[in-house]
């Protein structure tokens, strides 16, 4: 598996400008239109790993655009449209400096937390005397601030980012429920596939006329935790480790390589065997998730398959 999506270098009719995340790829065009592309780039601990892993964007894409039709009665959100497995087109919107996390057990980033004596995170209590990966008594919100390129994302309270402007309050109430009812919706869904939405993040923006909406992706193993329901239990009361659908295995492989994205440490090498089973494992992840076989799209020519797609779909918008 070799043929993967790194970078894009599209110029569409009436672009006005490209914004190059981790992961995605935005491009604005005029009437507050944009295309973003998921990639195959792989970010852990908010570093871009060296090399990209085949099917992953399309996978990511796949999964939030279903998601996002799966919840668009409880939320508003920017998708209006996805013209290539790798593409969604949507409504431009000002972003939030936040991302909304949400978290109902104590996994991931709150367990390494609370292993360093920390009872409290972004101003949420964590009862003593949790073992990691038990659920909390309620879903706890634990929201971090947006990093620039190259910085790590910052646990903050719901208090600071009123307090220093970075959203109002009036909006973060807004923020705050939908963060609550697509968790509540993510739960149900997952539920039905025999897993266990463990913790997620969303991020919203707001519109030209002044709308809340749900942008970015949702409820995908890059911006989720699941862990399988049967023998979640058991798994728990003997101590074993879970087991689990997200991009915690790779975090997990990275620091059994000696790298969290600290300061001096090297990206450990990615043989293509350990490229081939991480896709793998995306797929895995899709099929769990959605419930669906994962069909392979063509990556013979990924970039000019995309380009001819949304160009294509883009005409017909003309």
């Known amino acids: 598996m070799s ?5 894009t270098n599209f110029v569409f009719p009436g672009q006005q400008s490209v914004y190059k995340g981790k992961v995605r790829e935005v491009y604005r065009l005029k009437n507050d239109i944009l295309v973003m592309i998921a990639t ?4 852990a601990f908010d570093v871009v790993m060296l ?3 085949p099917y992953k964007g399309q996978i990511l894409n796949q999964i939030a655009t279903k998601m996002m039709r799966a919840t668009e009665d409880l939320v508003p959100n920017w998708l209006i449209a996805s ?15 936040v991302e909304m996390v949400i978290r109902g057990y104590l996994s991931g ?19 003593d005397g949790m073992k990691e990966n038990d659920k909390f008594p309620e879903p ?46 993510g739960t149900e869904i997952a539920a039905k596939r025999g897993l266990i939405l463990v913790d997620t993040k969303y991020e919203f923006g707001k519109t030209a006329a002044g709308e809340i909406v749900l942008i970015d992706e949702i409820h995908t193993p890059d911006s989720s935790r699941y862990f399988y329901a049967e023998g979640y239990e058991e798994r728990q009361e003997s101590g074993e480790h879970q087991k689990q ?33 991480v896709s793998e494992r995306y797929i895995e992840l899709y099929e769990s998730i959605t419930g669906e076989t994962f069909e392979k799209a063509d990556i013979s020519n990924i970039h000019e398959r995309i380009g001819n797609n949304v160009a294509e779909y883009l005409n017909r918008l003309a």
Request: with cysteine; glycine share 6%; net charge negative.
């Open 40 to 43: 195959d780039r792989l970010s």
């Open 140 to 185: 706890i919100i634990t929201p971090a601030t947006k990093a620039e390129k190259g910085d790590h994302d910052e646990d903050i309270s719901r208090e600071e980012i009123i307090l220093r402007g970075i959203v109002s309050e009036e909006d973060y109430l807004v923020l705050e429920d939908y963060t609550r009812k697509l968790f509540q919706r």
């Open 245 to 277: 659908l997200s991009k915690e295995f790779v975090r997990q492989w990275l620091i059994s390589n000696n790298f969290q994205g600290l300061k001096g440490q090297t990206v450990p090498e990615m043989s293509d065997d350990y490229i081939d089973s």
């Open 3 to 7: 043929n993967t999506l790194m970078n």
């Open 109 to 127: 980033h709150a367990a390494r937390e609370y292993r360093a004596g920390k009872r409290d995170l972004c101003g949420m209590p964590m009862p």
């Open 51 to 53: 090399r990209g892993i």
């Open 83 to 97: 013209p290539d497995p790798n593409v969604a087109v949507g409504r431009a919107c000002e972003p939030f400096k």
